[in-house]
């Protein structure tokens, strides 16, 4: 999940010069500068670091008073009120520079481990599944759906109806529609068993794909909540949705809605330190 971190802005005359300096463009000269490198693929401007790293970031300018920091997958991203100047964007990034790395180099180990977990789509693979195992099992004679039997502690074997030489495609694409399905209908379980609690109603659960984020509520009762949860153990899945269900009493992240969240989640706050930390394994 992103990191975020705002400053306030100050302003500047309006005579200061820009220092910041745009990326080059695509196809062009790639970073070679010495020490650590981290780009975002839509970065629009870099900067080099007085320790050496040279940070390529994605600015977007935007009607606010604060400098808006967030480090995620793919790198910082960084809001910006209108007025700022760039050599003032610049300063506020020196400020905050031992953070704006440490959240990089977070976000890069993060990637650097799912990429390790890379999923090989064969008989006999294994994917992290609710805190335990899976192990595909591939025989045509299996159910048409598929079917998961317990076969110990943290351990399941999941049967699909596929030739054991199948493709990796094919096998990703059986593995895919049985996960999505087990996902709604664990997702809409929970749901249902926290929503009574938090005293709200929610109206519609879609399935979502992000790399960066876990869930969302809207106002309207409708939540999206990430199939890739199914990877975590199970506490932290219902800390996400007692925390997307909370947003339907509270939809900012005041103490108000921390209090909410506590109401049913009461050690939330190790629960999403673990959420952090986490790492989906690739389904590439």
């Known amino acids: 999940m992103p990191h975020r971190f705002s400053t306030p802005a100050r302003r500047a005359p309006a005579a200061l010069a820009s220092v910041a300096k745009p990326v080059p463009p695509a196809g062009g000269q790639a970073l070679l500068w010495g020490g650590q490198d981290?780009?975002?693929?839509?970065?629009?401007?870099?900067?080099?670091?007085?320790?050496?790293?040279?940070?390529?970031?994605?600015?977007?300018?935007?009607?606010?008073?604060?400098?808006?920091?967030?480090?995620g997958a793919e790198g910082l991203a960084i809001r910006a009120p209108r007025w700022i100047s760039l050599e003032q964007l610049d300063a506020a990034i020196h400020e905050k520079a031992r953070w704006i790395v440490q959240k990089l180099q977070e976000q890069r180990a993060r990637s650097d481990q799912a990429q390790a977990q890379r999923i090989a789509w064969a008989d006999g693979a294994v994917l992290p599944f609710l805190g335990g195992q899976i192990t595909l099992h591939l025989?045509?004679?299996?159910?048409?759906?598929?079917?998961?039997?317990?076969i110990g502690e943290g351990a399941w074997a999941l049967h699909l109806?596929?030739?054991?030489?199948?493709?990796?495609?094919?096998?990703?694409?059986?593995?895919?529609?049985?996960?999505?399905?087990?996902?709604?209908?664990?997702?809409?379980?929970?749901?249902?068993?926290?929503?009574?609690?938090l005293g709200v109603q929610w109206r519609s659960l879609r399935l979502s794909n992000a790399r960066t984020r876990w869930g969302s509520a809207k106002s309207d009762g409708s939540i999206m909540l990430n199939w890739r949860l199914l990877h975590c153990r199970m506490a932290v899945l219902d800390y996400v949705v007692v925390h997307e269900l909370s947003h339907l009493r509270v939809m900012d992240h005041s103490p108000r809605f921390w209090a909410t969240v506590a109401e049913a989640s009461p050690d939330y706050a190790a629960l999403r330190a673990e959420l952090r930390e986490h790492a989906s394994p690739l389904w590439a």
């Open 38 to 71: 981290f780009q975002h693929p839509a970065a629009t401007h870099q900067i080099l670091l007085r320790d050496g790293t040279r940070v390529a970031y994605r600015l977007e300018r935007a009607m606010r008073r604060s400098i808006g920091f967030q480090v």
């Open 139 to 150: 025989h045509p004679a299996a159910p048409r759906g598929g079917s998961l039997l317990a």
């Open 161 to 197: 109806p596929v030739a054991a030489d199948a493709g990796a495609a094919q096998v990703r694409a059986a593995v895919a529609a049985w996960w999505l399905r087990h996902a709604r209908s664990l997702f809409t379980e929970r749901l249902r068993h926290y929503a009574p609690q």
